[in-house]
């Protein structure tokens, strides 16, 4: 389960963008909010992901979050999954496209839109998971979503339901660049 922190922000990103296909979401700077729910031991291997990645030395966390800003992403103070910020080029917004996962781990099986709401399913290939989400766009500054991912560890099957909710933050992306 040590990965799963990083698939699951890599998740919510590609749900979200998908759905933002039939729906426009405002170009700029976005935060997202997260709520993990899962099972006794998924819940104390985030915990600990979490107090490791406060604790590293200021100049490792920096290395870190530049990494990560180059992704376009942005993790909030402590490193928690709450708080997590990324930039949404203006084209990107005009063209409804995807961030595509780089590595091919993970596509999209299915996508249905009605009205505001899409529903979708995928899966991946590492960690083999798979799962469905339902994104609802409030306005073209809010949104929401569930999802529930899947996958196998430890030798027996493992889930994780999330709750996400987004805001608009503005225009100006600041030192984030758009995710390709």
């Known amino acids: 389960m040590r990965s799963c922190k990083p698939l699951l922000v890599m998740l919510a990103l590609m749900g979200l963008s998908a759905c933002a296909q039939a729906q426009k979401m405002a170009p700029g700077l976005w935060e997202m909010s997260m709520n993990l729910n899962g099972n006794a031991e998924q819940q104390a291997a985030l915990a600990q992901a979490q107090a490791q990645m406060a604790k590293l030395p200021p100049e ?16 909030g103070a402590g490193g928690t999954a709450n708080g997590i910020r990324y ?9 409804g496209e995807p961030p595509q996962d780089k590595d091919g781990r993970c596509k999209r099986d299915s996508l249905e839109r009605s009205g505001a709401t899409t529903r979708f399913k995928f899966s991946c290939s590492n960690p083999p998971s798979s799962g469905s989400g339902e994104f609802t ?11 529930v991912v899947e996958q ?25 660049k758009p995710r390709n």
């Open 60 to 75: 490792q966390r920096k290395m870190m979050q530049d990494m990560m800003a180059k992704q376009g992403v942005s993790i």
């Open 137 to 147: 766009l409030v306005s073209d500054k809010a949104y929401t979503m569930k999802m």
């Open 152 to 176: 196998s560890g430890q030798g027996r099957p493992q889930r994780m339901e999330m709750q996400q909710q987004g805001k608009w933050l503005g225009a100006d992306c600041g030192n984030l």
């Open 87 to 95: 930039c949404l080029g203006k084209e990107q917004a005009e063209r």
